[in-house]
């Protein structure tokens, strides 16, 4: 019963075991899943914006921008160049004006209306390449930013790029991850399946266990009551040469009539006494045995010395033969 009982709470303490770690072990499933969920929804955004990106930073489209701000800047230059021409022949009619005039004004005469005239133009061009000057500068400045621009595209298409792979690296071992602790959950629960039939079978053999020692029991107090009861009744009476008279006037034998009495009270009991006494002479011609001191009376028969064994007439199936062993042991 003790070792039953151990048992019993054994494959408890077990199961109890395996279902809480079953529990921890579907609980971290759950969380490494909406884990990969995450990382599975922030590579597709950073995939979609590298795409767009990388749609963007194309060489061609690239390129095709570098070429445009490149002919901006050379018509620009060629505007420039020419107002710069054109600036520097006012500037030398200008001098050559303000040379005249300085003369003309050492002679004391008055300025002509063609001087001022030339000196608005002169104005004008000044104004005008200024602003010309602006604008290409400008225009440089933007194709400054544009490259600069062009070169952080760059560096940001490969920071996610790297972002990308690793992601992309993490999310292959969560899965490895995923896909190991569900095939630890698949082991455990086959595991769990496994141990619940064996504790229907250990359940099986304690309950066939339990009716083989009743069995045993019930047989063994049956055997120890049938040896004692024959040890009692096998002892050889007592020779005696006494007589008694009765109150009819009949003598008996004391010793045999209590012998007979005996035999009686054992027949009576339905005791298994085996067949009557054999009466066959012996070598000398007389009878064998205690007939031959009791004539006509019953002679219990020699009972052969049975094997202290009384377990082995058990029959059992061969299942249960070998657990009915050790029990034995």
């Known amino acids: ?17 395996c279902v809480c770690v079953q529990a921890v072990s579907q609980a971290e499933i759950r969380k490494k899943i909406e884990l990969s969920k995450k990382l599975a929804a ?15 930073a194309t060489p061609e489209v690239l390129n095709a921008e570098i070429t445009k701000l490149r002919q901006q800047c050379e018509k620009l230059q060629k505007n420039m160049d020419v107002e710069k021409g054109k600036a520097a022949t006012l500037k030398q009619e200008l001098d050559a004006l303000k040379v005249k005039k300085a003369g003309e004004g050492q002679g004391g005469g008055a300025p002509r209306p063609s001087e001022a005239a030339h000196e608005k133009m002169i104005e004008k061009l000044e104004k005008r390449v200024t602003t010309l000057q602006q604008k290409m500068n400008d225009e440089i400045a933007l194709k400054k930013k544009a490259i600069e621009e062009l070169a952080a595209v760059k560096k940001e298409k490969e920071k996610l790029e790297l972002r990308v792979e ?4 993490m999310l292959d071992k969560e899965k490895l991850k995923v896909s190991n602790m569900t095939k630890a959950m698949d082991t455990a629960v086959r595991r769990q399946s496994s141990f619940g039939k064996d504790l229907s079978a250990i359940d ?22 049938r040896t004692s009861r024959e040890n009692s009744t096998s002892k050889p009476p ?8 009765s109150g009819n006037g009949e003598e008996k034998g004391g010793e045999s009539g209590e012998f ?3 035999m009686g009270v054992e027949t009576a009991a339905g005791e298994e006494a085996g067949p009557p006494p054999s009466s066959a002479p012996d070598k ?17 028969k020699a009972v052969k010395k049975k094997e202290n064994n009384p377990l082995k007439s058990i029959k059992m199936l061969s299942g249960e033969e070998q657990l009915f062993r050790n029990f034995q042991h």
Do not use: H, W
């Open 260 to 262: 007979a009495n005996a």
């Open 42 to 56: 922030d590579n597709a955004k950073l995939s979609n914006e590298l795409k767009e990106e990388r749609m963007r």
């Open 204 to 225: 099986e053999l304690t309950k066939q266990a339990s009716k083989a020692r009743e069995e045993a029991e019930v047989f063994i107090q049956r055997s120890k009551e």
């Open 238 to 245: 007592r020779a005696s040469t006494t007589t008694k008279k």
């Open 1 to 17: 019963v003790c070792v039953c009982v151990c048992v019993c709470v054994c494959v408890c303490v077990c199961v109890c075991v």
């Open 166 to 169: 690793r992601l992309q690296g």
């Open 284 to 300: 000398k011609g007389g009878v064998a045995g205690p007939e031959r001191l009791y004539p006509g009376k019953p002679v219990e």
